[in-house]
């Protein structure tokens, strides 16, 4: 280390060097410890004159700062590798679950329509008849009103649904006729004995 | 050869060069801004911290409260404006933590700087570190006395006046390479008598830690 940078360094914190020299001396302060050694005592001389000291001396506090930096990044790199990991191990599973979830929907939904003996889907509308909705077979819902009892045999079945629909002739009858002849039935009855 | 002000790098320039380096994650760059402001961020946590020690781990932190801070800082204020205002937050968000009462709830700026107007403050040492400035101070001065008349003379217009390079010239009356010279070669007789008390300084520390 020669006079000539020390002189360099006691221009530059005095800001008497020029641009050029003052960047060229910063770079090679960068990886000289004793040309860093004159500036930090350079500086300690400037406090020491100046008198500007009511806290206790320090000295190279740069020193110790910049380990601590150092450290304190290479945890923040230790950290930082460490969730990836875990985020790595947690993305396969959610990846490996959600895979396992559309597998089992998808079983489900083939079963339910390919399966007609099993689940038999109706079509409750005239479009749904047209456009069934994914099945192989279709069988359009009946009237209910037909009979009550499922249990009973065909040949019943069949009389009550017939029954149920054939067009029947509805008799209307003529009230006041129909009770003068009962009347009329009524005293016939009465006036037999007598005549006996 | 005389530099115009235009070729100089001025402090502020010089501040802004280390931080433009350290944002570049240049370490020895910040090191350099550390060692620089060190004395003048210990004092102002020094009226809000009375512990030697304290004031040494608030300082440390402070320091590295600025460095993840440099991103921000766009050198609209000085670098020393920018690190007092952390230095005194940090130094209350300290103090709170601890839940101590802050004394000095209002430290104005210039009486931060002064040391004068703080009389009070400066029997905060410990022994050992009242000694060892002391010592430091004694063998200062015995080195000042000990300078040539006209180093002394360079180096006291410069760091206490506050001189620049051209007017310290025009008062003693020689050309500007002279006073570089002489302001160099003051530091360094200073700089060699402190070397042996600084080295046993930081092995002490060392031994301490």
């Known amino acids: 280390m020669s006079d000539k940078s020390n002189q360099n360094i006691s221009e530059l914190m005095d800001g008497e060097l020029s641009s050029d020299c003052s960047r060229f001396l910063l770079k090679r302060m960068q990886s000289d410890d004793e040309l860093r050694g004159s500036w930090n005592n350079y500086h300690m001389l400037r406090t020491c004159l100046q008198k500007e000291q009511s806290a206790p001396l320090l000295q190279n506090l740069g020193a110790r700062v910049v380990e601590q930096l150092n450290r304190s990044n290479a945890d923040v790199v230790v950290d930082e590798k460490q969730p990836k990991g875990l985020i790595k191990l947690f993305s396969g599973m959610a990846i490996a679950a959600s895979v396992a979830l559309v597998a089992v929907f998808s079983f489900n939904n083939m079963n339910q329509f390919e399966a007609p003996s099993n689940n038999v889907v109706f079509a409750k509308t005239s479009k749904q008849l047209i456009n069934p909705p994914n099945a192989t077979v279709v069988r359009v819902e009946q009237p209910v009103g037909y009979s009550r009892y499922p249990s009973l045999t065909p040949q019943v079945q069949q009389y009550i649904y017939d029954s149920n629909t054939n067009l029947t002739i509805p008799v209307y009858y003529n009230t006041d006729y129909v009770n003068n002849v009962f009347i009329q039935n009524q005293l016939k009855i009465k006036q037999l004995p007598a005549d006996e | ?209």
């Open chain 2, 1 to 209: 050869m005389k530099l115009t002000e235009e070729d100089k790098m001025s402090e502020k320039t010089l501040d802004a060069e280390l931080v433009a380096q350290a944002k570049e994650g240049k370490m020895q760059s910040f090191e350099l801004l550390v060692n620089r402001y060190q004395q003048r961020v210990a004092n102002v946590i020094s009226k809000f911290v009375k512990d030697r020690h304290e004031i040494q781990d608030v300082a440390q932190e402070v320091f590295i409260k600025v460095f993840r801070a440099l991103p921000n800082f766009r050198g609209d204020s000085s670098f020393y404006t920018w690190i007092y205002r952390i230095a005194v937050n940090t130094s209350k968000n300290y103090l709170v933590s601890r839940s101590r009462r802050i004394q000095n709830s209002q430290v104005e700026f210039e009486e931060a700087e002064s040391f004068n107007t703080n009389e009070d403050h400066r029997n905060l040492d410990t022994p050992d570190a009242v000694y060892a400035r002391g010592e430091l101070e004694q063998t200062m001065s015995k080195a000042i006395a000990m300078l040539p008349e006209d180093l002394k003379a360079a180096i006291i217009l410069r760091e206490v006046d506050g001189l620049s390079y051209d007017e310290i010239a025009e008062k003693m009356e020689c050309p500007i390479g002279t006073v570089r010279s002489r302001i160099f070669r003051a530091r360094d007789a200073i700089d060699q008598a402190l070397r042996p008390l600084l080295q046993d300084e930081s092995m002490r520390k060392q031994n301490v830690r």
